[in-house]
C-alpha cells in the first residue's frame, strides 16, 4: 500500500530565512511522482513542485525546490527565503499507478505540516 | 487557468437528509475526485471517476455515492446525512498522466446536526 509520513505538526520559521517540510515515502512501484501543495487559511489547494521517481535532477520552481533523495524515500519540501504569506498548511502527496498500471489517477496525501512565518 | 468550481462554500444540513455536493471543472479532464479532510487526517479519497458514467470506490466510500452524467460535472451524494460527516469536501481534477497535477476546488464546509 503506498503511504506519505509528515512527521512536522508544525514549523516555524523567521522571514527571510529558509525552511525544510519533511516527507517521506513509501511504494514498492518504480513509476511514481511526488508533489506538494500549499494550503492556506482561506482552503484552497494550491499546486507547488512536482518530481517524477526517473528525474536525476530535483525539481525546482522559483522560491520553492525539492529535496529528492530516492534511496531514503525522501521528498523534502525546501522553501527560501520565507515570505509571511507562506504560513499555511502544506501537503505531500504521491501518484502511484492504478491497478492494472496503465493509469495514474489518485494522489496519496499526508497529514500535512502547518508553517508559521514570524516576521 | 484551470477552474474547478464547487457549488457552495458553507452548507448545513440535518442528520437523515439527502445531500448533494456538486462540482463543475472546465478543463476537459478526464479524471475527477472527492476527498474529505478532517484535522490531523489529512485528505483522504471518498470516490473518483476516471471517464462519464464510470465511478471507482477511493478509501473510505461509506456513506457516499457519486454521478458522473457530464465530463465537466461530478456530484458527491450523501444517502442520510449523520453528524459523522461533518467535514470539508474538496473536489479535483486532472489529466491521467503521471505529471499532471490534480486541481482543487475551494471546498465545501459541511456541518450536519
Known amino acids: 500500500a503506498q503511504k506519505i509520513t509528515q512527521t512536522q505538526p508544525g514549523m516555524f520559521v523567521q522571514e527571510k530565512e529558509a525552511v525544510t517540510l519533511d516527507c517521506t515515502y513509501d511504494t514498492s512501484d518504480q513509476s511514481y511522482g511526488l508533489f506538494w501543495y500549499k494550503q492556506p487559511s482561506s482552503g484552497e489547494m494550491i499546486f507547488l513542485i512536482y518530481?517524477?521517481?526517473?528525474?536525476?535532477q530535483n525539481a525546482t520552481e522559483g522560491r520553492y525546490s525539492l529535496n529528492f533523495q530516492k534511496a531514503r524515500k525522501s521528498a523534502n519540501l525546501v522553501i527560501s527565503a520565507s515570505q509571511l504569506g507562506d504560513s499555511a498548511m502544506y501537503f505531500c502527496a504521491m501518484r502511484t499507478p492504478d491497478a492494472g498500471g496503465t493509469s495514474y489517477g489518485k494522489l496519496t496525501f499526508g497529514q500535512g505540516t502547518i508553517l508559521t512565518v514570524h516576521p | 487557468d484551470v477552474k474547478v468550481t464547487q457549488s457552495s462554500r458553507y452548507l448545513v444540513k440535518r442528520t437523515g437528509e439527502k445531500v448533494f455536493l456538486e462540482c463543475v471543472q472546465d478543463?476537459?479532464?478526464?479524471?475527477m475526485f472527492w476527498y474529505r479532510q478532517d484535522p490531523g487526517l489529512g485528505l483522504r479519497l471518498i470516490y473518483f471517476s476516471y471517464d462519464v458514467k464510470m465511478k471507482e470506490k477511493g478509501d473510505i466510500p461509506e456513506g457516499y455515492s457519486v454521478s458522473r452524467e457530464k465530463k465537466e460535472r461530478f456530484s458527491l451524494i450523501l444517502e442520510s446525512a449523520s453528524t459523522n460527516q461533518t467535514s470539508m469536501y474538496l473536489c479535483?481534477?486532472?489529466?491521467?498522466?503521471?505529471?499532471?497535477?490534480?486541481?482543487f476546488g475551494d471546498g465545501t464546509r459541511l456541518s450536519i446536526l
Open positions: 518530481q517524477g521517481s526517473y528525474d536525476e
Open positions: 478543463m476537459d479532464h478526464e479524471n
Open positions: 479535483a481534477s486532472s489529466f491521467g498522466s503521471l505529471n499532471q497535477p490534480q486541481h
